[in-house]
């Protein structure tokens, strides 16, 4: 298949997930309402396959909207048709994903996220569309005490954002076991993804202030801030504070090509992945290895816990081999480099 859309295509994963189809020779359709995103991304995607002599602005396609609006996102799917360049398969990271705005609006994180893809899967339905595969998380397994996370695990959320996530799974099962003969679904569960392209061209870059640990360092390091507060240093792991299971957007950007390869060979398969390094490092670790690599001090401080935290999250990445057959590349020091790198070239533009 070769031509995919992309929902939330111009935020941190899904600018580098556009990155790695387009690198592929794949037509890509960008949907997004840059509410939380910015347009300038694709200027940065561009560069990099231009300089990989690897670009043809006919295969990018980009859409401003909202997948809650039925009519924006039929235009989307006929306008495609129109062009002879049908959207075969859809990967799906449009949505709001803060925890802590989660428990302050649940009810807007169930209109976005749920209601959204509830109408995505509606206009696929009816475009003959029925290969997706879901941008899911690691907060579906809530506070588990089954270290570390397996796919069988019963999901056990602990905050809004992550029953949201858990909903739209429990959908794309539904749909699936309605028509297996029809549908190809899958839900990539990501762990922790943090860092940057190598180029410095594309990177995190919400319009939101952060709540995320990593944009938070990057943002010390600059002076944009004057500390990184920790939440608890109390909680039952190594040095008492938070484990992660921190994993490159760009080793995440390929599974994501991996994953959508096994859909498209299959006939009928619903594919339920962690997507993760299978390494657990703690806060601590994190800050001291972007000092190390980037040789630049970080002020940080404790605080107390923060709601809907889990002390360890780390993922049994067993399948993910098995299936996908290929595991990351990139270390903990390469995602504090790259991303530092596009942190400083932010600051210049």
């Not at 129109?82 to 949505?95: L, M, R």
């Not at 509606?122 to 996370?149: D, H, Q, W």
């Not at 003969?181 to 061209?201: C, Q, T």
Request: include cysteine; charge should be positive.
């Amino acid at each position: 298949m070769k031509n995919i859309l992309i929902t939330g295509g111009a935020g941190f994963i899904g600018s580098h997930i556009c990155l790695e189809f387009l690198a592929q020779q794949k037509n890509v359709f960008i949907i997004d309402s840059f509410i939380n995103s910015n347009k300038n991304v694709f200027h940065g995607i561009k560069k990099i396959l231009i300089k990989e002599n690897n670009f043809k602005e006919s295969r990018l396609h980009i859409f401003k909207g909202d997948i809650r609006d039925t009519l924006f996102l039929s235009n989307v799917f006929f306008k495609a048709k129109q062009n002879g360049t049908p959207i075969e398969s859809v990967i799906h990271c449009a949505g709001l994903k803060a925890v802590k705005e989660s428990f302050i609006n649940p009810i807007k994180y169930w209109d976005f996220n749920v209601g959204g893809s509830i109408n995505l899967l509606k206009v696929m339905e009816k475009n003959n569309c029925r290969t997706i595969l879901f941008s899911s998380s690691a907060t579906v397994y809530g506070n588990s005490s089954e270290i570390p996370f397996k796919e069988t695990l019963k999901t056990n959320p602990i905050n809004p954002y992550g029953f949201t996530k858990v909903t739209i799974e429990n959908i794309l099962d539904n749909l699936f076991e309605s028509k297996k003969n029809k549908w190809k679904v899958g839900y990539l569960r990501y762990f922790n993804p943090i860092g940057a392209h190598p180029s410095g061209l594309i990177g995190e870059n919400s319009s939101s202030k952060p709540e995320n640990i990593f944009p938070i360092i990057c943002e010390v390091a600059s002076g944009l801030r004057d500390q990184i507060n920790i939440f608890g240093n109390d909680w039952p792991t190594s040095d008492g504070t938070c484990q992660r299971d921190y994993l490159h957007v760009v080793d995440l950007a390929k599974a994501h090509r991996m994953a959508m390869s096994f859909l498209n060979d299959s006939n009928s398969t619903k594919l339920v992945l962690n997507i993760g390094r299978g390494e657990s490092t703690s806060v601590l670790d994190l800050i001291k290895a972007f000092e190390k690599t980037n040789k630049i001090k970080i002020n940080y401080k404790f605080t107390n816990r923060r709601s809907g935290d889990v002390g360890i999250s780390l993922a049994n990445t067993e399948k993910m081999v098995e299936i996908l057959k290929w595991k990351p590349e990139k270390s903990i020091e390469d995602m504090c480099r790259d991303g530092w790198k596009w942190q400083k070239s932010k600051l210049k533009n």
